[in-house]
Every structure is written in C-alpha cells, then in structure tokens.
C-alpha cells in the first residue's frame, strides 16, 4: 500500500505545470552584487546595501532605505523594470525588517508596488496596479505581497516596487528588504517555499 501511495504523488508531481519563475535581478541582494540591477530614487533619502540576510548568509544582505525627508509622505524606493504578458497574473512579494535604532522615528510603513506599460521599456502612460503597505513591527522580518495584478492588454512590461514611507515630515524612518521576488501567479497544489527556507508546511513521515 506505501508503495502504491508514493507512485501516485510522484505521478501527481510531474504531472504539474512547472513553477514560474522570479523575474526579478538579483533579488536576494548578495554580497558580490548589493544592489546591482536595482533603479533607486533617493530624491528623499538614501538607498544602499546592507549586510544583514534574512536567512543570516554570510555571503548575502539587504536593501536598506533611508527617508530622511523634511516634508510628510515621503519615501525612498528601488524598482526594476521586467518584461510582461498581457493578460497573465503577476504578484510582487518579498520580506521586510525595520530596525529599533535610536536614530530614528520608524513612523512609516513598507510598501510593494506594480505598475503596468505599454513599451518594452517600461515608457508610455503606465497604468498602476496594485499597492501593498504594510505596518512595521521593529526588529522582526515580516513578508509583504501585492494582490495579483493581471497585466492589461497591450502592455508589455511592468516596474516593481519597494518603497520605505515615513509618515511625518523630519521624522526620519530605516527600513529593509530581502528576499524580493515578481512572478506570475500560479495555480499550483504545492507552494514549496524552498526558496525561503521555509519547509514547515512539509512532513517527513511516509503515508
């Protein structure tokens, strides 16, 4: 009967569609590229790498956000421009960490964000999907995603989004991101979660 059960879950495994992939450059911020590939506005603030890693590799990091703005609303952001398909399902996600350091208010808020265009090279008139802001608790990796965007028609490329807000203006906040990932959304039976380290949802007891 074992036997019987395993043979079915292998079959039911290749039979699924593979995973999409994470569209995304350099989406873990590792050691030897930081922030390579990333586009940062830093018009209020400062963009750089760091070497706290989600996971503690000694051989990754973060991006880390200063918003040092002396008006309210503002933020700091990095965003990569990726190529689309029209009428497909995409979602941004990713994990954020806002320090407890003295030097700052952390009065803000995280935020994952995609926006849709018509070119390859994501010029045109963009058309704005969705927006996820998320509240900080300090000192804690805490995951953030979009709803799913799907890409309108005639649009062939999307930027994605991280952005650090500070709330109150010379109240300057710190934030993190790691882990960052853009893929179309899929319909699978197994959402692993290798690519985190999170194996939690798996058993290692045979049936």
Avoid: K
Wanted: charged share 20%; net charge negative.
């Amino acid at each position: 009967m074992r036997r019987v059960v395993i043979v079915t879950i292998v079959a039911l495994v290749l039979a699924l569609p593979a995973a999409a992939q994470n569209l995304l450059v350099n989406p873990g911020l590792d050691t030897a590229d930081q922030l390579d590939g990333w586009i940062c506005n830093e018009v209020n603030g400062t963009a750089s790498w760091n070497a706290q890693d989600r996971l503690d590799s000694p051989t990754s990091g973060s991006m880390q956000h200063d918003v040092t703005s002396s008006s309210s609303n503002r933020a700091v952001w990095c965003a990569q421009c990726v190529a689309v398909t029209a009428g497909l399902d995409y979602v941004a996600s990713g994990w954020f960490f806002w320090p407890d350091d003295p030097d700052v208010s952390q009065d803000g808020s995280a935020r994952a964000s995609v926006w849709f265009y018509p070119n390859d090279d994501c010029s045109g008139t963009a058309e704005i999907g969705p927006t996820e802001s998320v509240s900080p608790t300090l000192d804690t990796w805490l995951p953030i995603s979009t709803d799913v965007a799907t890409a309108p028609a005639m649009v062939q490329s999307a930027i994605v989004f991280f952005l650090t807000w500070q709330n109150v203006a010379d109240q300057p906040v710190r934030g993190r991101f790691d882990d960052l990932d853009f893929r179309v959304s899929s319909d699978l039976v197994f959402d692993d979660d290798f690519e985190t380290g999170d194996t939690s949802r798996w058993s290692t007891v045979v049936p």
